[in-house]
């Protein structure tokens, strides 16, 4: 997280310069899916661009770390799920076959 919060300090500190602005829009278009032109990447200086390299593998590694979080999450509820069944003795509800599955004979 070191580069998101470089850019952070940066883009407060003067928000008015174009590498402040590029940097703003990068980070605009990461979260939101937006369109970014990247040869607006390549008008910054060496230090800015190496910046938002950095900027854009930290994101991914964040979007990584959310996929696990989601995952932990679904199989911590189906954990506690199969724990209360237990407890009180009710089935578990299978999951239906998918549409994909052989029809039984």
């Given at each position: ?20 602005k590029t940097l703003a829009a ?70 239906t076959p998918s549409d994909d ?5």
């Amino acid at each position: 997280m070191l580069a998101i919060k470089k850019a952070r300090k940066l883009i407060e500190a003067d928000p008015s310069t174009d590498t402040s602005k590029t940097l703003a829009a990068l980070v605009v278009a990461l979260e939101t899916g937006a369109s970014f032109p990247i040869n607006d990447m390549y008008k910054l200086s060496d230090k800015p661009f190496q910046l938002a390299l950095d900027i854009l593998a930290e994101w991914r590694l964040d979007r990584h770390y959310a996929s696990k979080l989601r995952l932990f999450d679904a199989s911590t509820q189906v954990h506690e799920l199969e724990t209360k069944a237990q407890q009180t003795g009710a089935p578990i509800v299978e999951a239906t076959p998918s549409d994909d599955a052989a029809p039984a004979a």
